[in-house]
């Protein structure tokens, strides 16, 4: 059963300078939620109960976000606007923060999460990406998945040639529903294995820690999470899901602007 997830939200925004000097991109409205409620909404709503988010130091807009203004509710309550306190609801789970002193890359803050996932498997889901689904939320469907096969399972997306280049790409073997992955490379800059990219999405079992653990620094000394996901698929399998729903990138103006109108028609 998975139980736990990990947001690591300590990166700097750096697609979205200026603006990430003062406001972290994990907070960038969508309709009258910051993006990082709707990515714990989508946690809550698949199942999750213990949730870890990876902050930086500059981050702390996201702890006051998700804790109590008792001082509000009180003026709220004492000027009759007792109606408004609905809006200052939030999603019911249990958060624990850590913070990452440095930058180190995606697989150095999932690291951070070793103590907080014990020996299950946990859910990884990258703030940058949105997935809106008319089925189930994109995490619960690999979830569905990691129940059938007690392997670790990456969310995959169809992504245009020209693009893959940006993207962890993946090649495997179809197996009904399902993708067994067999190898996976890192924003290839030529020659593809596949048009399967993965996205924020993931399923992993803690056999990945000792896989981190094994990494040596890549590219500005950085520990990266693709390089222990190539180390694990030589201990266990991992399987690949394509995400049923619209995927979208906050990072990349358009599709935010794109996303915030889709959300700001939401009620």
């Given at each position: 059963?998975v ?12 697609r ?131 129940t ?46 596949s048009d ?24 500005d ?47």
């Amino acid at each position: 059963m998975v139980r736990k997830a990990i947001v690591p939200a300590a990166g700097y925004g750096t697609r979205n300078l200026p603006i990430t000097k003062a406001i972290p991109k994990e907070m960038f409205p969508l309709g009258l939620k910051p993006a990082i409620h709707h990515i714990v909404e989508e946690a809550v709503q698949s199942g999750i109960e213990q949730l870890l988010i990876i902050i930086s130091n500059s981050k702390h807009s996201i702890l006051d976000y998700f804790d109590r203004s008792v001082e509000l509710e009180a003026f709220l309550k004492s000027n009759n606007k007792e109606h408004m306190l609905k809006h200052l609801e939030l999603p019911k789970i249990e958060i624990t923060y850590i913070q990452q002193h440095y930058a180190k890359g995606l697989g150095d803050a999932i690291r951070l999460g070793k103590e907080f996932v014990g020996d299950e498997p946990f859910g990884v889901l990258l703030p940058d990406d949105f997935v809106l689904s008319d089925r189930s939320p994109a995490l619960k469907q690999l979830i569905d998945v990691y129940t059938e096969t007690n392997s670790s399972v990456l969310g995959l997306k169809q992504v245009n040639q020209e693009q893959l280049k940006n993207y962890g790409v993946i090649q495997g073997a179809t197996n009904t529903n399902l993708i067994q992955i067999e190898n996976i490379v890192e924003k290839p800059k030529q020659d593809p294995p596949s048009d399967l990219a993965v996205i924020g999405r993931y399923i992993l079992t803690p056999t990945i820690f000792q896989c981190i653990e094994d990494l040596t620094e890549g590219v500005d000394g950085e520990l990266q999470l693709t390089d222990a996901i190539k180390f694990l698929l030589r201990i266990e399998p991992i399987y690949g899901k394509i995400v049923s729903g619209d995927r979208y990138d906050i990072g990349n103006l358009e599709e935010y602007v794109e996303l915030m109108k889709i959300m700001s028609m939401k009620k």
